[in-house]
Nanobody
Framework: VQLQAFGGGLVQAGGCLRL?????????????MAWFRQAPGKGREFVAA????????YHADSVRGRFTISKNHARRTIALQMNRLQPEDTATYYC????????????????WGQGTEVTVSS
């Protein structure tokens, strides 16, 4: 298993959850790790990414100001702190590592976690 994600669950609107993902050494070799999500009946959506070297982080417009991606380099772990959750955030969340193109790290990655479900009730 290259990536393991956990931390999903059921929460009421306005609540918060924290997702975590640990990468194997092989999956860790890329320059970015990221979170994506896929809601029922919809396509995969980029949520956030973090670059291992330096401090840049990137968040989709739909989550900016509510979600925060962070990293722990020594533990090969990223986290996604999700605050002020809304029903439209309901989805399966996937962590990803090693983008196929560093110039477009919001698109596709070589390694994907198994997904963790987040359900936000209204």
């Amino acid at each position: 298993v290259q990536l393991q994600a956990f931390g999903g669950g059921l929460v009421q609107a306005g609540g918060c959850l924290r997702l975590s993902c640990t990468a194997s050494e092989r999956a860790f070799n890329g320059n970015y790790m990221a979170w994506f999500r896929q809601a029922p009946g919809k396509g995969r959506e980029f949520v956030a990414a973090v670059r291992w070297r330096g401090s840049p982080t990137y968040h989709a417009d739909s989550v900016r100001g509510r979600f925060t991606i962070s990293k722990n380099h020594a533990r090969r772990t990223i986290a996604l702190q999700m605050n002020r959750l809304q029903p439209e955030d309901t989805a399966t969340y996937y962590c990803a590592a090693d983008p196929k193109s560093d110039s477009d790290f919001t698109r596709d990655y070589n390694y994907w976690g198994q997904g963790t479900e987040v359900t936000v009730s209204s």
